[in-house]
């Protein structure tokens, strides 16, 4: 069974930063693109970026130089790093799995809220 | 850039058929696979429609997708309604390397 479980979310203050984390199990991580997608209180999804099995990466341009994404293979994880978080960053983040084809989701998450907030 | 607009809100009663657009702009909504997500309230998204028209195992056939390029729109179809479809659902799709959401429509089952 894909599972892909996210953690690392919490409560920080204004240009500060936070690394999360997905754990992937039940199928090959390395052959498949992941994507970390947000959701704002409230609000609808939004794309954040994505990271192929050999490691390209692309973001959003809200994120892009504040946000890098990375895996590790040997260790069938995801990570993204946030660095000089603001208010708007606030939101649940998705860990997801895309699929055989470039740009869909065929598993997601259940999420992890990152809150910034003085 | 690419734009997925679609409506805020529909609703329908019980065992009835509901069709949610999803209308690009700013670029052909024909040239990249749409998909389709439910989201149930306080849940993660699940995909329904994936590939334009493709069901996830699990998914039932009530639900079906369709592109029409002449609109340059996408639509979400599901019949036989019940109440556990009540949810928000979102189209997706992407250009290049950059994913485009849906603002997302809630749909009331009542």
């Known amino acids: 069974e894909v599972q892909v479980l996210e953690s690392g979310g919490g409560l920080v203050q204004p240009g500060a930063s936070l690394r999360l984390s997905c754990a992937a199990s039940?199928?090959?991580?390395?052959?498949?693109?992941m994507a970390w997608v947000r959701q704002a209180p409230g609000k609808g999804l939004e794309w954040v970026c994505t990271?192929?099995?050999?490691?390209?990466?692309y973001y959003a341009d809200s994120v892009k130089g504040r946000f890098t994404v990375s895996r590790d293979n040997s260790k069938n994880s995801l990570y993204l790093q946030m660095t000089s978080l603001r208010g708007d960053d606030s939101a649940v983040y998705y860990c997801?799995?895309?699929?055989?084809?470039?740009?869909?989701?065929?598993?997601w998450g259940q999420g992890t809220l990152v809150t910034v907030s003085s | 850039n690419f734009v997925l607009t679609q409506p805020h809100s529909v609703s329908e009663s019980p065992g009835k058929t509901v069709t949610i657009s999803c209308t690009g702009s700013?670029?052909?909504?024909?040239?990249?696979?749409v998909q389709w997500y439910q989201q149930r309230p306080g849940r993660a998204p699940t995909t329904v429609i994936y590939?334009?028209?493709?069901?996830p195992s699990g998914v039932p056939d009530r639900f079906s997708a369709f592109i029409d390029s002449s609109s340059n729109s996408a639509s979400l179809t599901i019949s036989g309604l019940q109440t556990e479809d009540e949810a928000d659902y979102y189209c997706?799709?992407?250009?290049?390397?950059?994913?485009?959401f849906g603002g997302g429509t809630k749909l009331t089952v009542l």
């Open positions: 997801a799995k895309v699929g055989t084809a470039a740009g869909t989701v065929d598993h």
């Open positions: 039940g199928f090959n991580f390395v052959s498949y693109d």
């Open positions: 990271i192929s099995g050999s490691g390209r990466t």
């Open positions: 700013g670029g052909s909504i024909a040239s990249s696979f």
């Open positions: 590939e334009d028209n493709r069901r």
């Open positions: 997706q799709s992407y250009y290049g390397t950059t994913w485009v």
